[in-house]
């Protein structure tokens, strides 16, 4: 047998990254700051040499896994617009969702059910993104925990590591959520020309309050298995 090529090596590190990282927000979702090395082993069917190979840590791998999620936590709030335009693309924003469950059709199928329902009860725009973000949790727990612990400061990471990751949450989530709360639309999130501080102030706090809303309603939903088929239900009980 001939030996991996440069290629195939990293592919499989990828691969294993991908894995254990889904682990542990997995293990997180259950556990918090409990969560040990050992742990997301288990959860990951892997030894614990080897997540200790990638992973000497658990504030690293929460601290990557967090920056991973935010890289994928934009674009969510313009889908809804586009669900009900027959042109848009079968991914379109939510890649991310399909590419979670790749060869999963009855996954793919009950997406695009969700989304095709959304469309059709006319939902705005604040409610089609919230309803769209909750089915987005329900298959990416690590999103969740993103905005979960987003409320929290991310207290969770090492010192010194939560400020830059505040700092980009603000400006790729909660910037474009709070110009969808005002204008019922997505803006790019930049503070228009001669905007007071404390108006800004005031849009990204109720952004704010509506994740916390949304994180909280999600939990119980989420720990039964439930969230996907919950998300319309909780968007009408928080009347969005």
């Known amino acids: 047998m001939s030996p991996r090529t440069k290629e195939q090596n990293e592919e499989i590190r990828l691969r294993r990254l991908e894995q254990i990282r889904k682990a542990a927000a997995d293990v997180f979702l259950n556990k918090g700051p409990l969560m040990e090395i050992r742990d997301v082993a288990a959860q990951a069917g892997l030894g614990y040499g080897t997540v200790y190979h990638y992973y000497s840590n658990k504030g690293n791998l929460l601290h990557d896994l967090l920056w991973d999620a935010l890289e994928r936590a934009g674009g969510w709030m313009e889908a809804p617009s586009a669900l009900a335009s027959e042109k848009a693309p079968a991914g379109g924003h939510f890649g991310l969702a399909a590419a979670a469950d790749t060869g999963d059709s009855a996954a793919a199928d009950s997406r695009r059910a969700s989304r095709e ?4 009860a006319g939902l705005g725009p604040v409610a089609a993104a919230s309803v769209r973000l909750l089915q987005l949790w ?3 727990h690590a999103l969740y925990l993103l905005h979960k612990l987003a409320g929290e400061d991310f207290a969770s990471l090492p010192e010194g590591r939560s400020a830059p990751l505040s700092v980009a949450f603000r400006r790729e989530v909660l910037a474009p959520l709070a110009a969808l709360l005002e204008t019922g639309r997505v803006a790019d999130g930049a503070t228009a020309s001669g905007e007071k501080a404390a108006e800004l102030s ?3 706090q109720r952004a704010e309050m509506l994740l916390a809303a949304l994180v909280g309603c999600a939990s119980l939903s989420l720990r ?7 998300a319309r239900d909780i968007v009408k009980f928080l009347k969005l």
Do not use: I, S, V, W
């Open 202 to 204: 005031y849009r990204l």
């Open 138 to 140: 329900a298959e990416d």
């Open 224 to 230: 039964r298995g439930k969230l996907h088929e919950e």
């Open 117 to 120: 329902t959304a469309a059709a």
